[in-house]
Nanobody, 124 residues
Framework: HVQLVESGGGLAQAGGSLRLSCAAS????????MGWFRQAPGKEREFVAR????????DYTDSVKGRFTIARDNAKSMVYLQMNSLKPEETAVYYC?????????????????WGQGTQVTVSS
């Protein structure tokens, strides 16, 4: 069965960096787009970034462009999110999601599996 296990979250100061990792198993990883979403308390789940099955295209929500980088290693079935210049308002649980297709979209409905999430807390 599909398993996605996020790690790398923690406490960072504003302006700091964190690198999230997601280990995937139970499916043919290289055939699926992968995405990162986040959810802050009392807020809806929010798209952060996605990457095509091949890694050939990456897409970000506007607020993180230039600061966050999504990457994948198909040989290791891993997806990463490098987060730089973090802001307090980015405090949330971050989730690694599997897309329903090779390309994915920004819509949560186009992802069918996610992990337990990893907490990111950014202090001011």
């Amino acid at each position: 069965h599909v398993q996605l296990v996020e790690s790398g979250g923690g406490l960072a100061q504003a302006g700091g960096s964190l690198r999230l990792s997601c280990a995937a198993s139970g499916f043919s990883f290289s055939n699926y787009a992968m995405g990162w979403f986040r959810q802050a308390p009392g807020k809806e789940r929010e798209f952060v970034a996605r990457i095509w099955w091949s890694g050939g295209m990456r897409d970000y929500t506007d607020s993180v462009k230039g600061r966050f980088t999504i990457a994948r290693d198909n040989a290791k079935s891993m997806v990463y999110l490098q987060m730089n210049s973090l802001k307090p308002e980015e405090t949330a649980v971050y989730y690694c999601d599997r897309g329903r297709t090779r390309w994915g979209t920004k819509a949560s409905a186009d992802y069918d599996s996610w992990g337990q999430g990893t907490q990111v807390t950014v202090s001011s």
